[in-house]
């Protein structure tokens, strides 16, 4: 199964939880592959079976649908608390919908203003219908996400025992929620302002006196939503950096030797987000993103608390040697 496919998944599941409710999710799911299971056996002109010969059958398989079925049962109430904060986040992002919708067609021109004297067209009746609701759902999860880190955080709140995990607990909620915004918002501020003003321009440029540019409008901004959110996304690297050498996981020693693969990653990330393949475009993303991974070596020098069996074993070390 394909990332997509897994994440769509995901989705899946956690609106069923949010809508039929974790005690009858398991059920629902057992029911739906019984049904399934009998259909094949009925064209095999084999017997059906009932559910407790099911989930024998299924436990010998070693299937993990069944593992996943059994897990979901096993936590129950923790899913009932998830689907309390599920509905507070899509409370939250119907409200940003509601208000974003006033201001959609505004939106709209906004992210048409990188691309400057380009001419837009619409292929399709609905088009514009479903331009304007990737808007609305954009900018609604993106004013749902503080309210989204809280729900999150609140929710792995009383899983946490060792006084390291609370400690790394209270950083992340005290100081690294905020800095997630902010390095967020500042991702697509650089993608907006920098990255998108010299990119689409040269994508207007490319027929040159072959072709002249019609862009249809569907297209462009989910391809403008796309880069926008992905350097976004590639902006918390540093945070991301920090939080692992918080757990002890990795040393900034070792983030640091690490420069090249750094920047070989860099550039493979710069290249997926970029579309094009000029080395302006290029590097216009590797710049910020190295600077970035280098202001994460930074912040895991300010954070780092090496693990205690990492910090014994090298004690031992030193006093063999």
Same mark, same amino acid.
């Given at each position: 199964?394909?990332?997509?496919?897994?994440?769509?998944?995901?989705?899946?599941?956690?609106?069923?939880?949010?809508?039929?409710?974790?005690?009858? $999710?398991?059920?629902?799911?057992?029911?739906?592959?019984?049904?399934?299971?009998?259909?094949?056996?009925?064209?095999?002109?084999?017997?059906?079976?009932?559910?407790?010969?099911?989930?024998?059958?299924?436990?010998?398989?070693?299937?993990?649908?069944?593992?996943?079925?059994?897990?979901?049962?096993?936590?129950?109430?923790?899913?009932?608390? $998830?689907?309390?904060?599920?509905?507070?986040?899509?409370?939250?992002?119907?409200?940003?919908?509601?208000?974003?919708?006033?201001?959609?067609?505004?939106?709209?021109?906004?992210?048409?203003?990188?691309?400057?004297?380009?001419?837009?067209?619409?292929?399709?009746?609905?088009?514009?219908?479903?331009?304007?609701?990737?808007?609305?759902?954009?900018?609604? $999860?993106?004013?749902?996400?503080?309210?989204?880190?809280?729900?999150?955080?609140?929710?792995?709140?009383?899983?946490?025992?060792?006084?390291?995990?609370?400690?790394?607990?209270?950083?992340?909620?005290?100081?690294?929620?905020? $800095?997630?915004?902010?390095?967020?918002?500042?991702?697509?501020?650089?993608?907006?302002?920098?990255?998108?003003?010299?990119?689409?321009?040269?994508?207007?440029?490319?027929?040159?006196?072959?072709?002249?540019?019609?862009?249809?409008?569907?297209?462009?901004?989910?391809?403008?939503?796309?880069?926008?959110?992905?350097?976004?996304?590639?902006?918390?690297?540093?945070?991301?950096?920090?939080?692992?050498?918080?757990?002890?996981?990795?040393?900034?020693?070792?983030?640091?030797?690490?420069?090249?693969?750094?920047?070989?990653?860099?550039?493979?990330?710069?290249?997926?987000?970029?579309p094009t393949v000029d080395p302006v475009n290029m590097f216009l993303v590797m710049v910020p993103l190295l600077g970035l991974y280098f202001l994460g070596v930074m912040f895991a020098r300010a954070v780092y608390r090496p693990r205690p069996s990492m910090a014994t074993s090298d004690?031992?070390?030193?006093?063999?040697?």
């Amino acid at each position: 199964m394909s990332f997509t496919g897994v994440f769509g998944f995901v989705i899946l599941i956690i609106i069923a939880i949010a809508l039929l409710g974790p005690s009858k $999710l398991p059920r629902g799911i057992e029911q739906l592959r019984l049904m399934l299971t009998n259909f094949r056996r009925s064209q095999a002109e084999q017997e059906p079976l009932t559910l407790e010969a099911a989930r024998g059958m299924w436990a010998a398989s070693e299937s993990p649908l069944y593992d996943l079925v059994q897990i979901m049962y096993g936590a129950v109430e923790h899913l009932l608390e $998830l689907r309390k904060r599920i509905f507070v986040v899509m409370g939250t992002m119907l409200l940003g919908a509601i208000a974003t919708a006033f201001f959609v067609d505004a939106i709209l021109r906004f992210l048409q203003a990188p691309a400057g004297n380009a001419l837009f067209i619409f292929l399709r009746p609905t088009d514009m219908i479903w331009v304007r609701m990737e808007i609305i759902f954009s900018a609604a $999860l993106v004013l749902a996400l503080p309210v989204m880190l809280y729900q999150v955080l609140m929710f792995i709140r009383p899983a946490l025992e060792n006084p390291q995990e609370i400690a790394v607990f209270k950083m992340v909620a005290i100081i690294g929620a905020p $800095l997630v915004l902010l390095f967020f918002i500042g991702g697509i501020v650089f993608a907006y302002y920098v990255l998108l003003p010299v990119m689409l321009p040269f994508l207007l440029g490319t027929g040159g006196s072959i072709a002249q540019p019609s862009w249809d409008i569907r297209p462009y901004y989910s391809f403008v939503l796309a880069v926008l959110l992905w350097i976004g996304a590639a902006f918390e690297t540093p945070l991301v950096m920090a939080m692992l050498a918080r757990l002890g996981l990795v040393s900034p020693k070792t983030m640091m030797k690490q420069w090249r693969y750094a920047i070989a990653g860099v550039a493979f990330v710069a290249a997926a987000i970029t579309p094009t393949v000029d080395p302006v475009n290029m590097f216009l993303v590797m710049v910020p993103l190295l600077g970035l991974y280098f202001l994460g070596v930074m912040f895991a020098r300010a954070v780092y608390r090496p693990r205690p069996s990492m910090a014994t074993s090298d004690s031992e070390t030193q006093t063999n040697r």
